[in-house]
Nanobody
């Protein structure tokens, strides 16, 4: 059973934009926040952004602050990540995540559900 279904990944040149989407279903609906993580080959998975479903409060990692925007449409059970001014170092597998505790900490250990991942590749 798929709890989080991602889409929107692809290849883009440096400075370009992409928008990722994630549709939540099943048990993932019974969580308090949704987040985006990313992982490049040989590196640890790192938090990118998180948003509280109810109040809409957001948090971003320093590396993407000012360039990425996380949002959600609760009526559609959908999470978005608008990525602008993309850099080659943004290249990674991006994962949608759902969780209920310590959301702003953006740590993988706190995640209850993971998406399958969608690849983002930024070329120079």
């Amino acid at each position: 059973q798929v709890q989080l279904a991602e889409s929107g990944g692809g290849s883009v040149q440096s400075g370009g934009s992409l928008r990722l989407s994630c549709v939540a279903s099943g048990n993932a609906l019974s969580t308090n926040c949704l987040s985006w993580f990313r992982q490049a080959p040989g590196k640890e998975r790192e938090g990118v952004a998180t948003i509280y479903k109810g109040v809409g409060t957001t948090h971003y990692s320093d590396s993407v602050k000012g360039r990425f925007t996380i949002s959600r449409d609760n009526a559609k059970n959908t999470l978005y990540l608008q990525m602008n001014s993309l850099k080659p170092e943004d290249t990674a597998m991006y994962y949608c995540a759902a969780h209920s505790y310590f959301c702003s900490l953006l740590q993988p250990r706190n995640i209850d559900f993971w998406g399958q991942g969608t690849q983002v590749t930024v070329s120079s």
